[in-house]
């Protein structure tokens, strides 16, 4: 069955960088597209990027834009999300997830099988 385990997660100050990983185990994962969402408290989770597994497509919520970076390890069947210039409203638990289809999107629906998540904090 498939499994994401998420890490990489913590406490930073505003302006400092997390790299999140997303370990994914029990299927041959090169025909997927694995996204990262994350949920603020009180709020509906939502999307922060996308990846196809060759690392060759990808797709960023405005917010992620120029600050994140998804990218994808084949030989370690991990998707990173490289995070810098924190801010205080990035305060959410990331999660991973990842798509059959290899369908490049923002819609939660569309992905399969989904991580416990890795909380990130980001104070002022």
């Known amino acids: 069955q498939v499994q994401l385990v998420e890490s990489g997660g913590g406490s930073v100050q505003a302006g400092a960088s997390l790299r999140l990983s997303c370990a994914a185990s029990?299927?041959?994962?090169?025909?997927?597209?694995m996204g990262w969402f994350r949920q603020a408290p009180g709020k509906e989770r939502e999307f922060v990027a996308v990846?196809?597994?060759?690392?060759?497509?990808?797709k960023y919520a405005d917010f992620a834009k120029g600050r994140f970076t998804i990218s994808s390890d084949n030989a370690k069947n991990t998707v990173y999300l490289q995070m810098n210039t924190l801010k205080p409203e990035d305060t959410a638990v990331y999660y991973c997830?990842?798509?059959?289809?290899?369908?490049?999107?923002?819609?939660?629906?569309?992905?399969?099988?989904w991580g416990q998540g890795t909380q990130v904090t980001v104070s002022s």
């Open positions: 990846v196809s597994w060759s690392g060759d497509r990808t």
């Open positions: 029990g299927r041959t994962f090169s025909s997927y597209t």
């Open positions: 997830a990842a798509d059959r289809n290899g369908i490049i999107t923002r819609y939660q629906y569309a992905y399969d099988y």
